[in-house]
T-cell receptor, first 118, second 112 residues
Framework: DQQVKQNSPSLSVQEGRISILNCDYT??????FLWYKKYPAEGPTFLIS?????DKNEDGRFTVFLNKSAKHLSLHIVPSQPGDSAVYFC?????????????????FGQGTILTVHP | DTGVSQDPRHKITKRGQNVTFRCDPI?????LYWYRQTLGQGPEFLTY????????KSRLLSDRFSAERPKGSFSTLEIQRTEQGDSAMYLC??????????FGPGTRLLVL
């Protein structure tokens, strides 16, 4: 069963515009979410994360939004740059303790290929 | 700090052979994770260690797979009697406690 889903296999955006990548999850125990970027022949690179106690986290051009009631998160990249072209994975984790401070394995979506055209 | 390293980067083997991969985590990271990624999919969790203790194993990790982290530093992942279905990218990640997991470049395995 696919607990984390990225339903758009690919996204094409013009340079300077906004890229919006979406992710849905089904496991209500997930309370920590991350986005990774992956270039060919490299391992995933961490981008940004968000805890379930927040609904938004921003880091430079990257913003992650979390809608817990809809079990949906999105990554906004603005402005998009050609160097952002890569595969983007969302990932989720559940806390092993009540304090929400102990996380282990990540469950990943299938990925979305982002292409930013000059 | 050079990040997470994995060796070899590529491995071609024949069905039935044993293979072993090595992962060197970021120094002082006490957690080490193994994931497997097949074409068109995201990474799938296999197992993880905290120091030398193996804390969790996925049901994906059949009895042909074994992972070790004997001194709490580097880790090895061995696959015995490889099958064509084992062809994948094997990724290693490390973290300091429950912190962000940082991935290595992966070992691409092709079983002929």
């Amino acid at each position: 069963d696919q607990q984390v889903k990225q339903n758009s296999p690919s996204l094409s955006v013009q340079e300077g515009r906004i890229s919006i990548l979406n992710c849905d999850y089904t496991n209500s125990m997930f309370d920590y979410f991350l986005w990774y970027k992956k270039y060919p022949a490299e391992g995933p690179t961490f981008l940004i994360s968000i805890s379930s106690i927040k609904d938004k986290n921003e880091d430079g051009r990257f913003t992650v939004f979390l809608n817990k009631s809809a079990k949906h998160l999105s990554l906004h990249i603005v402005p998009s740059q050609p160097g952002d072209s890569a595969v983007y994975f969302c990932a989720a984790s559940e806390s092993a303790n009540a304090g929400g401070t102990s996380y282990g394995k990540l469950t990943f979506g299938q990925g979305t290929i982002l292409t930013v055209h000059p | 700090d050079t990040g997470v390293s994995q060796d070899p980067r590529h491995k071609i083997t024949k069905r039935g052979q044993n293979v072993t991969f090595r992962c060197d985590p970021i120094s002082e990271h006490n957690r080490l994770y193994w994931y497997r990624q097949t074409l068109g999919q995201g990474p799938e969790f296999l197992t993880y260690f905290q120091n030398e203790a193996q804390l969790e194993k996925s049901r994906l990790l059949s009895d042909r797979f074994s992972a070790e982290r004997p001194k709490g530093s580097f880790s090895t992942l061995e696959i015995q009697r490889t099958e064509q279905g084992d062809s994948a990218m094997y990724l290693c990640a490390s973290s300091l406690g429950s912190g962000t997991q940082y991935f290595g470049p992966g070992t691409r395995l092709l079983v002929l």
